[in-house]
């Protein structure tokens, strides 16, 4: 039997129980409102893998119906815990509370989808190793999902037992008042953050606030509005760029005038949502103590201008009923800081490595913080998620939240430079927290993925999933290159690193290789399509244009470093290139289109169609250096 994720114990029976044209679906009178949920969701489980349509009904006491699959409350039992019951009789679940009746309902569902309306009779019980088990989503760097995609996303989350959701938010909600900040995006709306509120909750998915209030306030500092609000003056005058949105933009923490304007969002966002959380993020603040703040900085020390507002904020949320979240990077330098914040604050550890160290986990398990552990699904800055990267950072970091006795984990689905990667993609990644967090019986990585690819992809070759882990390790010149490259050249960034002269993307060996990977990849998929369930098969052509995405990127960034080296540029391939480049792109704008609102994909075009132009010659390669040394030169003629 197989179950994502695994139930703690599982006791076959004897017999067998027979799903009918005629069944019902019987609720416990005290499940009246939300009990309709797990009845519904088990009704669309069972039409979806049987075609039978059960019907929906209220216990009547004394009466039991042999046909009837049973959902009921048991307060012997705990909160997400949740008994199965299949035999010959009948099918009863048994939930300590409503989240534990609709976990119960889930592993029904995931029974039905492997063995149909022929049922083996079971005994399962089951709940979950760590109370909180998250999934946290940018909405903010590149897509802004729709609507419909996000209560996906929250139907996902549900059927592998998933209870928090968060969605990152810089400058995509509505702020009144910010009109010069959100005016180029497409931001969420107070009514849309309303309705997934309320459809989360339905599921047991508590959905929980988080915005940037500190570092990463590229949007909101880049105005001529609240400029002045930033460490470093005039960041209003710079053009728009990827990396100084990831790199700078940390608010003043000296004037006293920042905060003011943080807490008014704040306390405008925290309306929309009925949890008693709140994330302020406070990661990545580089700048701080650089700029205006300096000479504070020099008296106080860079922590304590950090913790002394970060306290501020806290204290504030507090004042209002609600619970702070931070992410903890910058504490884990200093981790008895955090016995200053209220008592209630929730540090959120994160780590993204394969390999990643216990130190930051232990740490502030030792200075007594409340803390949850935030591994990662590895989709940022890359075309295809490292899938196999993230399995094993998510299995490291669910043990180490267990060993420190973390309160939860919240797995982070990041968008730097644009959140490029197939949101579908992200799935695999979604499911090892999912499964790890639950518990500790799991299976090896590729038993694992060939179980998501039936039960989460619909292929009953089991084959999809390493599809994808395999198009992953094909990527040389990726999308976080491809920026690099194109900022150095168009705006002058300097990087620590220029891509084009790293050995890897000039290795045409390995580049042979990961093309010949990929052709034979594309072959073996189209013939798996006629193995995925009708409703699955559009991830065929989806998958086949992420792979068409690394491979053009590959040989763009090939193609290039001929150019930076001065070697013989052959016209028609370049220009054939270009062309691939550009069709290549039409059909990426449709897909994000379909699930995404248009978002930074403008600013993903810019990129797309600059190197275009390099490759045909329609642009001066290495224009910014070139206007630089001109203008250099005329300061040498005038002085002269």
Known sequence: MEFLPKPKEVKLQKGEYALCYDGRIVLDRRLIGNGDTYAKVLQRGIQKETGLQYEIGYEVPGKKDSKAIELKLDETQRSQQYRIKVTEQGICILGGDGAGVLYGVQTLCQMIQEYGALLPAVQIEDEPDLPVR????????????????????????AYYKLNQLQLYVEHTYLFSGLSEMWRDETPLTAEEIRELDAYCAKLHIELV???????????LLSTKSCGELCEFPDSWKEPFSFWNRMQ??????????????????????????????????ADETFDLGKGKSKTMAEEKGVHRLYIDYVKELCEFLVSKGKKPMFWGDIICAQPELIRELPKETVCLTWGYAAEQREHEAKVMAEAGARQYLCPGVGGWNQWMNLVENSYKNITRMCGYARKYQAEGILNTDWG??????QPDFSLPGLIYGAVFSWGEDA??????????????????????????AKTAECSIFDWWDANVVYEEKVLGHPNNRNALFDARIQDETKRAAAHETLVALKKELKKTAREMEESCRYLVSTLELTMDAI???????????????GKEK?????AALAGRL???????????????????????????????????????????????????????????
């Open 248 to 281: 700078h933009h940390t608010v003043d923490v000296s004037g006293g005038k920042a905060i003011e304007q943080i807490k008014a969002m704040i306390e405008e966002y925290m309306a929309l949502f009925t949890t008693d959380k709140f994330n302020i993020c």
């Open 570 to 574: 052959d016209e028609a391939a370049c």
């Open 134 to 157: 998250g999934y946290y989503l940018d909405e903010t760097r590149g897509r802004v999902l729709t609507l419909t995609y996000l209560k996906q996303v929250a139907d996902r989350m």
């Open 209 to 219: 606030p988080s915005i940037a209030t500190f570092g990463h306030l590229y949007m």
């Open 416 to 421: 730097d430079c644009g959140h490029i990667n």
């Open 551 to 565: 491979d053009i990127w590959n040989e763009t960034g090939a193609r290039l470093c001929d150019i930076e080296y």
């Open 443 to 468: 299976d090896s990585f590729e038993k694992l993925n060939e179980q998501i690819s039936r039960l989460a992809y619909g292929d009953r070759s089991g084959k999809f999933v390493s599809y994808m």
């Open 582 to 640: 550009e069709a290549w792109f039409m059909k990426y704008k449709a897909s994000w289109r379909s699930i995404s609102k248009e978002g930074d994909l403008h600013h993903i075009a810019e990129i797309v169609f600059w190197y275009a132009d390099v490759l045909r010659g329609r642009r001066v390669y290495g224009k910014w250096r070139m206007n630089k040394m001109n203008e250099q030169n005329k300061m040498m003629n005038d002085k002269k």
